[in-house]
């Protein structure tokens, strides 16, 4: 009995020392420059929409004042199918065309959660649905949107699904399997062959269910949140060496490119944009937030980073008259 209890001293000595091994590796050194960094901005009608703004407006603001050639684009599936069966394309259409006059390249997000609050986007007539037949509703609402788009190029990576593993926001459900026949259906119709982004929580997640299933990791990327769990303001403790070994990680074992699709540059409150004022905002973002964010983005060692917090930063300037944030992410683009 006390050989037992020597070898399982020793090997949870041995765990503990591979543990700080491992944890010394994620926080500790730093992280080479990336040669060049591509920036780009996150977009959502229905988000603008909610902050007051004209989205259309709004839209070609990302375009032509920001000068933002690279857009990730939400497609919501209730603002795509408002009626069972019948289709919209029209709004989508437009600012996939409006990109493209603008030599601008969208990547686009599709499925039932599609960023944003509620995070996923059922419409009415499906949410009393049960689970079969609300997954044979998206799989008929995604083919018809693929073959829609399946040669314009302006599109260069799907998105499938927003952070489908991860438990955030108003879902009926979370179905790794299901994930894969969208991912699987979406590569059957694309006739360009674009890679598929799967995406995952940047500081709760180590990606490897979205590294099975996509091309391309997307993780978010945020530093100052409100943390609901225990209803204070945080400061996220990773160092920017965290996320580049991680990416470091699922290169070794997949092969795969890690990007960033949310690059926080807008607030992080208790409570929804709308409905808070800008006092509590600027809590957890301002100038100098912002700045900050930047520069840490830019030590991670990752290339590319699509900011979240465009059409807020838009909204600061033409509703609140405080265009320095907008301004100062003029000169990434």
Request: include cysteine; hydrophobic fraction near 45%; charge should be positive.
């Amino acid at each position: 009995m006390g050989k037992v209890k020597k070898i399982l001293r020793r090997l949870l000595l041995i765990l503990l020392f591979l543990f700080l091994v491992f944890l010394a590796y994620l926080f500790i050194g730093t992280a080479p420059e990336a040669e060049e960094i591509t920036w780009g901005v996150n977009f959502s009608q229905k988000h603008t929409k909610n902050l007051g703004l004209d989205w259309k407006e709004t839209y070609l603001a990302l375009l032509d004042h920001l000068k933002a050639k690279n857009l990730k684009v939400a497609a919501h599936w209730d603002l795509i199918e408002p009626e069972d069966g019948k289709l919209y394309f029209e709004d989508l259409d437009w600012q996939i065309t409006e990109a493209e006059n603008r030599g601008a390249k969208i990547l686009l997000v599709i499925g039932m959660k599609t960023t944003r609050w509620p995070e996923c986007h059922i419409p009415g007539w499906a949410v009393d649905l049960g689970k079969s037949q609300q997954q044979e509703k998206i799989l008929r609402m995604i083919q018809v949107l693929v073959l829609r788009y399946k040669d314009i190029s302006v599109i260069w990576a799907w998105q499938v699904e927003n952070e489908p593993f991860f438990p955030f926001g108003v879902c009926p459900w979370v179905d790794k399997k299901f994930v894969k026949k969208e991912t699987e259906l979406v590569k059957s119709l694309d006739l360009l062959k674009r890679p598929i982004i799967m995406t995952d929580s940047g500081e709760g997640s180590f990606w490897i269910q979205s590294a099975e299933i996509g091309d391309i990791v997307g993780t978010t990327m945020y530093e100052k949140v409100w943390f609901r769990q225990i209803g204070i303001y945080v400061r996220y403790p990773f160092p920017p060496v965290f996320y580049w070994r991680k990416a470091q990680i699922i290169k070794k074992l997949f092969n795969k490119k890690v990007i960033c699709v949310e690059l926080q540059a807008e607030p992080f409150g208790p409570k929804l944009l709308y409905d808070s004022p800008v006092e509590e905002q600027e809590k957890t973002m301002n100038l100098e937030q912002f700045r900050k964010n930047i520069e840490f983005a830019k030590k991670t060692g990752l290339d590319t980073f699509y900011l979240w917090g465009a059409e807020w930063m838009y909204w600061l300037k033409e509703k609140q008259n405080r265009p320095e944030i907008w301004e100062e992410a003029k000169k990434l683009f």
